[in-house]
């Protein structure tokens, strides 16, 4: 079975960091870009960030250009997301999400980060 | 930077058929996807490009496309339909995929 579980969230201060995890199971992670999309209370979806398959294509929201990194470890079918200078605008449910068909196919269930 | 639209919210009574669009230049360009997102659970694909549905979505959600505007249709709307549903697109100018704010539906 496809899944996706991230980690990482979590309480920081302004100004701090964080890096999120997801890690994927049940398909080749290699062969797919993975993508970060997030969600603040209440509000509705925005796309944060995604990356290629290879890790030789990144593409980043004008938001957050800067100060969040995405990476991936094949070896490890792991996303990563190192998220810095954070501002209270980041607050937000992150979601993994596998890029397939040109859609967002597969997500996982979230990692909340809070700044404050 | 370009952007997709959605109206806000959409109501349907048990068993009709719901249209729920989504406006945009890059629709123009671009198929738009769609997603269901149920309160605190994550967002699932329910259709994607042209009008495909992954495995174990009903067939009462469709996919069409006219000029800027995308819609996803249920015909026969059930009570579990009632959710948020969002469109997203590639976007040809700023961010490379963009989402819609999203449409809540009321299954009355």
């Known amino acids: 079975e496809v899944q996706l579980l991230e980690s990482g969230g979590g309480l920081v201060q302004p100004g701090g960091s964080l890096r999120l995890s997801c890690v994927a199971f049940g398909f080749t992670f290699t062969n797919y870009a993975m993508t970060w999309v997030r969600q603040a209370p209440g509000k509705g979806l925005e796309w944060v960030s995604t990356?290629?398959?290879?890790?030789?294509?990144?593409y980043y929201a004008e938001s957050v250009k800067g100060r969040f990194t995405i990476s991936r470890d094949n070896s490890k079918n792991t996303l990563y997301l190192q998220m810095n200078s954070l501002r209270a605008e980041d607050t937000a449910v992150y979601y993994c999400a596998h890029f397939g068909s040109d859609s967002f196919d597969i997500w996982g269930q979230g990692t909340m980060v809070t700044v404050s | 930077s370009s952007e997709v639209t959605q109206d806000p919210t959409v109501s349907v009574a048990l068993g009709q058929t719901v249209r729920i669009t989504c406006q945009g230049d890059?629709?123009?360009?671009?198929?738009a996807n769609w997603y269901q997102q149920k309160p605190g659970q994550a967002p699932v694909l329910v259709i994607y490009g042209k009008n495909n549905r992954p495995s174990g979505i009903p067939d009462r959600f469709s996919g069409s496309s006219s000029g800027n505007t995308a819609s996803l249709t249920i015909t026969g709307a059930q009570a579990e339909d009632e959710a948020d549903y969002y469109c997203?697109?590639?976007?040809?100018?700023?961010?490379?995929?963009?989402f819609g704010g999203g449409t809540k539906l009321t299954v009355l």
């Open positions: 990356l290629s398959g290879s890790g030789a294509t990144i």
């Open positions: 997203n697109s590639r976007d040809s100018s700023g961010n490379p995929w963009v």
């Open positions: 890059s629709l123009r360009s671009y198929y």
